[in-house]
């Protein structure tokens, strides 16, 4: 698979232009947003949004593997990315590469996306070095939500100079971009001038380099909950549902299918 951009372009653009992305996790997304987005993301989120899962943390690699694929199949022009899903990649640097590597391999995948700062940056570095452009992901990190104890703001108060480290210590390791989620707007700011990689903002500030959301949200077709770093772009999931009942009311009237969704006996004439 062909993409017109990667990991290098995605970086360069610091700076210069801001970098659009949405998650997609299915062919047909995937193909709404190619002319739109300069990179997008396959997340993990894919268990809450798609699967019903309560949290990111049942996602199993096949998962991955199979939206991965799907996403692929609709994107010519924007970079994919693709999470690395909870257990496949803290145990080790070995670990780690195995699991990317077929990532790659079975979706055509231009990168991987982990979570994690300091703790992960010797990984990063190995994956790097063995040819896997990484995106990082700090701040909130919902797969470390039973260690983090809820879904709170990341890096207020004295929590601020972790979170400047872990961005240091990803960029040092050679990170090509960094997930900042749900940090406060003025430390994503002093985020974004002391990094030199692209600072991709959920949640976090107009100044990062770029902006990703869940398509789902964005689109208001996930509404079990909304946190409030979504905007609603759209209200699909309502107009869904209507569409589906007016269908449930026009069948149990007997008014679906109408004559021109049926077959009659002969075939219609040839028109000459
Ligand atoms: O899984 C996901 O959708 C993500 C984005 C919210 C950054 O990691
Ligand atoms: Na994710």
Request: proline share 5%; net charge negative; charged share 20%.
């Amino acid at each position: 698979r062909k993409t017109a951009l990667n990991a290098a372009d995605i970086r360069a653009m610091k700076g210069q232009t801001p970098i659009v992305s949405l998650t997609a996790y299915t062919t047909p997304m995937a193909r709404l947003m190619d002319g739109h987005c300069d990179f997008v993301l396959v997340g993990d989120s894919v268990g809450m949004v798609l699967h019903g899962l309560p949290s990111t943390l049942g996602v199993t690699m096949d998962m991955m593997v199979m939206h991965g694929a799907a996403v692929a199949r609709g994107l010519s022009h924007a970079m994919m990315v693709i999470d690395m899903p909870f257990g496949s990649y803290e145990e080790s640097p070995a670990q780690a590469f195995r699991n990317a590597a077929r990532l790659m391999a079975e979706t055509g995948a231009a990168a991987v996306k982990l979570e994690g700062g300091v703790e992960m940056a010797e990984t990063i570095r190995v994956l790097v070095k063995r040819g896997i452009p990484v995106m990082a992901h700090i701040g909130l990190t919902p797969q470390s939500i039973n260690t983090l104890g809820g879904y709170r703001v990341q890096g207020r108060d004295e929590a601020a100079k972790p979170l400047i480290a872990d961005a240091r210590a990803v960029a040092d390791a050679g990170a090509f971009a960094v997930v900042l989620e749900k940090v406060p707007a003025t430390l994503a700011d002093q985020v974004t001038e002391i990094v030199d990689i692209p600072t991709i903002g959920i949640g976090a500030s107009v100044g990062c380099d770029g902006q990703v959301l869940v398509v789902d949200d964005m689109l208001g077709f996930f509404t079990a909950f909304k946190p409030k770093f979504v905007k609603r772009y759209a209200d699909l999931g309502t107009q869904a549902e209507a569409a589906i009942a007016e269908y449930a009311t026009e069948v149990r009237a007997r008014r679906f299918p109408e004559p021109e969704h049926t077959f009659a006996d002969q075939a219609p004439a040839k028109k000459t």
